[in-house]
């Protein structure tokens, strides 16, 4: 399977949303049901995934961490193959191997994933000088959190890309929370992109829940990181809805806080302007909802018959 | 035959390679000042000097060896590779397994240590058996010029991740190396000396002094094997075995802390598949468990002597088999 192309309708848009809402709820719902681990979502953050991915290009690499399943859903994976890695079966993207914290696919460009915060950061540098070293075109793109900004590896790693020259778009996906700890109580500064300044590395914030600003902002972004071979830093301000791992009562949440980012979906906002626009009818959006609850239940399917590894793979792929 | 140090023999072994296979890259702390002929040779792209920053250092080995290129990184110092422990350990060492063999991770990481410069406990620790507790890694630890520069060729063409140590004792000994492009595949132990009584098998400086205990041991009549192991993951289990199988004693020496080090692995492997060919018990010998201290004389207190190695081979060839 190859990396998709960008979405050239907005409907494809809010269709990749509803996909990787319904994925993570159906892994939700297997965990509580004892189906499946749990796991790390990125409900609410839908937009902001959405919109990166649809601004890169084919041999763009992404390196991403254990809230991954946007942007590799975005970028097209098989939901049944990511279901079978998340159920620890030999059909998944790893063979078993990460379950859905550390998925990498790298049929699909998305290479390096770990969820070590900040681990991406380390390693994006050294994907950027293969890149240029080897003369490839494609840029690199790396996906982190708030909580990852705060990690000694981002500023290693943005001093190193600066003055290397490395064709990354950093992209901090903040969304107010490191685990159970608010950003407010972890972070010197509002925002991740007012620490680039320091790496001489231009930055901007852009509102995460809104699909469409997110795609101009990525563009614009991509398209200067791979004009300048320069880092650039794009922090997208989104709202993680559920809890850190479930299953997670979010007892420690601020309600209202919560409240009001819930009331500013991304998905919800997408569909009621392509509505209010015209773009999209509502027996449209019934079928798009239709479409992807049928993607999701063939995909469970596959995941289930999928079979468990073998005893003997116990130690394969240790050393090349 | 031409003479060079260890440090030198470095520098070969990558010049060499760097001719070889231009995905071959160097970084590191100092690197391309203290070894300007490299940067002269293939210029400040291939041969980059990195802020002092081992975490990033290794990560961008890690992405770059992932994605085609071959570093190798020089973190000066093993305890700076604590620093470094995520990208080694959790990245390099883990991501291939946990991807399903999507990805391979050709890196060296350079690192000295060891006493002899009186450096102090947060410059000279001997770390490597953590590394060879890590899955995915390879450990090197050459003793001699030769094996450093035939050993470090090799690694730099493995497709895994390999921590390459380097004895700051022995650096600046010369030693005989051979002129041609010789590799030695990793995970190879080397019989230095020939011998039926007692086996002394060792790594780094004190293999010189388990020769210097030969010897010592053989103007008492007892003939002692010595056993290079050059590489401690992959373990040439087999050269072990098959020499205490012959010898029927065994000392393991090595300067790192004995508590969990390489020779209780060692101790181990020959309990649980020799131990009929035991004619005494194992003796391990290594340094304490205490942070090396810069004074010299403490320092060297530190490391197994050849005095202290024959006396305890000694022993063990004076005691009757139960």
Known sequence: MKPSHPASDPRQLLEQMLLIRAYEESIVSGSAAGKMPGTCTSVGQEAAAVGVVNALAADDLILTNHRSAGHLLARGADPGRLLAEVMGRRDGYCKGRSGSLHISAKELGVVLTSTIVGAELSMAPGVALSQTMLGRPGIVVCFFGDGAACEGSFHESLNLAALWNLPILYVCENNQWQAFVHRREAMSREHVADWAAAYSIPARTVEGNDVFAVLAAAQAAAAEVRDSRRPYLLETCTYRTRGHLEPDDQGYVDQAELAAWLARDPIAACRNRLLANGSLTPAQAAALADRVSTRIAVAQAFAEASPFPAAEELCRDVYA | ?322
Request: glycine letters at 10%.
């Open chain 2, 1 to 322: 035959m031409p003479t060079l140090t260890l440090y030198d023999a470095v520098g070969a072994a990558l010049t060499e390679e760097m001719r070889r296979d231009s995905s071959v890259i160097a970084f590191g702390e100092g690197i391309a000042t203290k070894r300007r002929e490299l940067v002269d040779e293939f210029g400040g792209l291939r041969v980059r000097n990195t802020p002092l920053a081992e975490g990033i250092i290794a990560g961008t080995a890690v992405g770059a060896a992932a994605t085609g290129l071959r570093p190798v990184v020089d973190l000066l110092f093993a305890p700076f590779l604590c620093y470094a422990m995520d990208e080694l350990v959790n990245s390099a060492g883990k991501l291939r397994y946990m991807s399903g063999g999507q990805f391979s991770f050709p890196l060296v990481t350079l690192a000295m240590t060891g006493a002899g410069w009186g450096v102090g406990a947060q410059h000279n620790h001997n770390v490597e058996a953590w590394f060879v507790h890590s899955p995915g890694l390879k450990v090197v630890m050459p003793s001699t010029p030769a094996d450093a520069k035939a050993l470090l060729k090799s690694a730099i063409r493995d497709d895994n991740p390999v921590l390459f140590f380097l004895d700051i004792g022995l650096l600046y000994q010369p030693g005989e190396v051979p002129a041609d492009e010789q590799t030695l595949p990793l995970g190879r132990a080397t019989v230095l000396r020939n011998g039926q009584d007692v086996t002394l098998v060792s790594y780094g400086k004190t293999v010189q002094h388990c020769q210097q205990a030969a010897e010592t041991l053989a103007g008492q009549g007892i003939a002692a094997e010595v056993i290079d192991l050059r590489s401690l993951k992959p373990l040439d289990e087999a050269a072990i075995l098959t020499s205490v199988g012959k010898t029927g004693r065994l000392v393991v020496v090595h300067e790192a802390n004995r508590l969990c080090g390489i020779g209780a692995e060692i101790a181990a492997l020959v309990a649980e598949q020799a131990f009929s060919s035991l004619k005494a018990p194992i003796v391990r010998l290594g340094g304490p468990d205490a942070p090396i201290a810069a004074s010299y004389p403490l320092e060297q207190a530190s490391v197994p002597q050849a005095a202290t190695i024959a006396a305890a081979a000694a022993r063990l060839c004076a005691a009757q088999p139960a």
